[in-house]
């Protein structure tokens, strides 16, 4: 089985945890040098780059011009996780932590040691997801014991879940303890270790940033820590309040508001309608709380986002903030890979049509229209090996009658055909750098001037007069 490690790189909208962490910290700044080692789509290095910082970064996959380089940082973002090979982990660790001149960073993801989901396979000592990525989950002190054991020389710092600073000098160590024990350590007992105080506040306020309120009991174990050193959880928040990037709070509450609504949305669609605080997590126990005071108010606040699929004009507006899919004057088009990065109204749209959708029915791209109330699902059975794929059958699902059309393409002699295959997907998608490099090219020969011929014939035609291979 082939591993396809580079699949695991994401497209971000902002830092990365580790590195807004180094930047909350006060660690990272323009003082400082940083080397990304492992750095995926290097969206890090740009957003540091323009915040004036002298940032690097090295990916065997996306970016390889440059060779890793001794920094005053260094930063192993969530490498380790994706490796198969254990000694081969260790030594990617090994080469990292000897080119960090004075601070590694190193994250992983955490989870407990659940067993493989339905769509994973247990290798190695992790899983492979369907996509054929290799994922290593590890416990929050596990990751310690293997860093420690690793780099028996190294100060570790359990900076926050998942994520270590491993200190070689003393240059950002001690404005590490010094910001984040600030002027309130004082009034911690002295019975209590700083040690485990500093990683317990430092783990409880990434939390707090992640979430966007202070953790729930349920999210954070070591509430009791916290009670007994602030007094309440009211006193913590307040005594915290100058580590807090309120930005961030606000952007996350925004964020897992907008979530709690649409996890409800999909309750809803699933259940005929119907939904109650039961059929949500804990964690989501404590976002409706918190964010709305009660089920009754999220659930209105849900019924009010799905009425704005009632009208066309919300659901254009919706396909003209994709980031993803290919948008028409009348329709958007995306594939089945990527329907997850499209707007969550797309995706609730696509789910309510679905149901309808009988189960027997192939499709990989769907077609969401401005103009009219449904949805179509479409079949290119070839559509990843032929640079053109053609159309086998589609089923359009009028979602105010719940009335299905259905056409079959597979026996006609001139069917409907796909260009640009790029724009289907997200950028992220394994694929999309092969087929955007084929329309380069084809736009380079002149196929694609407008009008671009929609179907088969028509483009052969075209192709051959062309003399394009």
């Not at 909350?24 to 990304?36: C, H, M, R, T």
């Not at 491993?166 to 007992?189: E, H, P, V």
Request: glycine share 4%; net charge negative.
């Amino acid at each position: 089985m082939q591993i396809h490690r580079h699949r695991t790189a994401i497209v971000r909208r902002r830092f990365s945890k580790p590195v807004q962490l180094l930047l909350d910290d006060g660690i990272l700044n323009k003082e400082a040098s940083f080397f990304d080692y492992g750095c995926g789509y290097s969206e890090d290095i740009s957003f540091l780059k323009k915040a004036g910082i002298s940032a690097h970064g090295f990916d065997p996959h996306f970016a390889n011009a440059e060779k890793p380089i001794e920094s005053d940082i260094v930063n192993l973002g969530y490498i380790l996780n994706v490796i198969e090979n254990q000694e081969e982990r260790r030594q990617t660790l090994l080469h990292a932590h000897a080119l960090a001149k004075h601070l590694l960073v190193v994250s992983v993801m955490i989870r407990d040691n659940s067993p493989a989901g339905e769509n994973e396979k247990e290798c190695c000592d992790g899983i492979v997801t369907s996509w054929n990525t290799f994922q290593r989950y590890f416990k929050q002190a596990e990751f310690r014991e293997y860093l420690e054991s690793s780099l028996p020389e190294s100060s570790v710092q359990m900076a926050s879940l998942g994520i270590a600073y491993i200190f070689k000098t003393d240059r950002f160590k001690q404005q590490y303890l010094s910001g984040r024990l600030g002027s309130y350590a004082q009034t911690i007992s002295a019975e209590l270790k700083e040690q485990e105080y500093r990683e317990k506040i430092s783990a409880w306020l990434s939390l707090y940033h992640e979430l966007g309120r202070p953790p729930s009991k349920i999210e954070f174990p070591e509430t009791s820590f916290i009670l007994r050193a602030f007094g309440s959880l009211e006193k913590a928040v307040q005594a915290t309040r100058a580590e807090l990037h309120a930005e961030t709070v606000q952007a996350s509450a925004e964020r897992r508001k907008k979530n709690l609504v649409v996890a409800l949305a999909r309750v809803l669609i699933r259940n005929a309608g119907k939904a109650k605080m039961s059929d949500l997590s804990a964690e989501q126990h404590a976002d409706v709380k918190l964010f709305f005071g009660n089920f009754s108010a999220v659930h209105a606040a849900t019924m009010q986002e799905l009425q704005k699929l009632s009208s066309l004009e919300n659901v254009s507006s919706y396909i003209n903030q994709s980031q993803v899919g290919k948008i028409l004057p009348d329709d958007i088009y995306i594939h089945r890979d990527s329907i997850l990065f499209a707007p969550d109204m797309l995706q609730i749209l696509t789910e309510l049509a679905l149901i309808v959708l009988p189960s027997d029915i192939d499709w990989n791209i769907v077609k969401i229209a401005r103009n009219g109330h449904h949805v179509s699902f479409l079949y290119y059975p070839d559509f990843e090996a032929d640079p053109h794929p053609a159309l086998w059958h589609s089923m359009k699902v009028m979602l105010t009658n719940q009335k299905l059309t259905w056409r079959d393409y597979r026996s006609s002699e001139n069917p409907p055909i796909l260009h640009r295959k790029e724009t289907f997907l997200h950028s992220a998608h394994p694929l999309f750098e092969q087929f955007s490099a084929l329309t380069q090219e084809e736009e380079e020969a002149g196929l694609l001037t407008p009008p671009v011929p929609g179907n088969r014939d028509q483009w052969e035609a075209r192709v051959s007069e062309s003399k394009f291979n």
